[in-house]
Each structure stands twice: as C-alpha cells, then as structure tokens.
C-alpha cells in the first residue's frame, strides 16, 4: 500500500509551520534551535516524497548531502548555545545582547 504524495506534503506543511511558529514565539536558544531542525526535516520529508513520487534519486541524494550538513550545523550551534551560557549564565534569547557595546 503506497501512501498518496498528498499525504506526505501535507505532514511536511504541518512540520514546517510547527517550526516556524517555535522560532517565532519561543525564547529559549535550544527550543529555537529544535524547531530550526524541525523545518530543515519537513523540507527534506518534501524533498524524499517527490524523489519517490517521480522515481528520480537526485532528492534522496540530495537530502543525504543536507542531513550531513544539518549533522555539523547542529555541532557548531550547540557549541555556541554553551559557550554563550558559560558566558551570560542563560539560553534566553531576550537576555542575550553580546552585540551592544
């Protein structure tokens, strides 16, 4: 039983929007962080769904290449939520001002 493209798209909008709406509403680095990771799979799942739907694997290769790279960014992004809580003693992204003089 094959599940219809429509289905997997409409699984995606959901995941996507659920993301943007955590980034957009949330205060907490990590949270920000998660929902980021959130979006970058709801557009691989996209990504998957129509490699299969047109039997084409440029997009499984394609998400391949991004998952390895959302691997890194997730290191380097971590890295820098600790270093900046060692610093300020806080996640907060309203409390954090390390730009200003």
Same mark, same amino acid.
């Given at each position: 039983?094959? @599940?219809?493209?429509?289905?997997?798209?409409?699984?995606?909008?959901?995941? %996507?929007?659920?993301?943007?709406?955590?980034?957009?509403?949330?205060?907490?680095? #990590?949270?920000? /962080?998660?929902?980021?990771?959130?979006?970058?799979?709801?557009?691989?799942?996209?990504? #998957?769904? %129509?490699?299969?739907?047109?039997?084409? #694997?440029?997009?499984?290769?394609?998400?391949? /290449?991004?998952?390895?790279?959302?691997?890194?960014?997730?290191? @380097?992004?971590?890295?820098?939520?600790?270093?900046?809580?060692?610093?300020?003693?806080? @996640?907060?992204?309203?409390? #954090?001002?390390?730009?200003?003089?």
């Amino acid at each position: 039983m094959d @599940v219809p493209l429509p289905y997997y798209l409409c699984l995606s909008a959901v995941l %996507f929007v659920i993301g943007a709406a955590g980034v957009l509403t949330r205060r907490n680095a #990590i949270v920000v /962080f998660m929902c980021i990771e959130l979006m970058l799979n709801a557009v691989n799942l996209t990504l #998957i769904a %129509f490699s299969s739907f047109l039997g084409s #694997i440029a997009g499984q290769a394609l998400v391949f /290449f991004a998952m390895a790279v959302a691997a890194a960014e997730a290191a @380097v992004g971590l890295a820098i939520v600790i270093a900046i809580y060692r610093n300020k003693k806080t @996640v907060n992204i309203d409390e #954090i001002n390390i730009l200003k003089w």
